[in-house]
Nanobody, 123 residues
Framework: VQLVESGGGLVQAGGSLTLSCAASERTFSSVAMGWFRQAPGKDRDFVVAQTWSGNTYYADSVKGRFTISRDNAKNTVYLQMNNLKPEDTSVYSC??????????????????WGQGTQVTVSS
């Protein structure tokens, strides 16, 4: 599965952005999807994961502010980010897993990754 993110940019604290992740294959509807982020010099952090059936799991740091959604007809998953904070500044990457794992917050459980899109939140 080839993944391409878009929608990153510069936003002021308190603002909103919506990231998109377009998948290349029609099997998109059968995979689990996740979003991760990585700031310079730091490890890749889990943001959110969603199973093919719609079960969703958020990191505590984004719960209530970020929302994942998917449009299977468009082979696209979205990450709506509201009330952004400077600490949300990172490169955001989407990922696809062919099989669901209880370790959904671990990058190694995902098979395919997008190239990432930069999100910068100014204070």
């Amino acid at each position: 599965v080839q993944l391409v993110e878009s929608g990153g940019g510069l936003v002021q604290a308190g603002g909103s952005l919506t990231l998109s992740c377009a998948a290349s294959e029609r099997t998109f509807s059968s995979v689990a999807m996740g979003w991760f982020r990585q700031a310079p010099g730091k490890d890749r952090d889990f943001v959110v994961a969603q199973t093919w059936s719609g079960n969703t799991y958020y990191a505590d740091s984004v719960k209530g502010r970020f929302t994942i959604s998917r449009d299977n007809a468009k082979n696209t998953v979205y990450l709506q980010m509201n009330n952004l904070k400077p600490e949300d500044t990172s490169v955001y990457s989407c990922a696809a897993a062919l099989f669901w794992s209880s370790s959904y917050d671990t990058p190694r459980n995902y098979d395919d990754w997008g190239q990432g899109t930069q999100v910068t939140v100014s204070s």
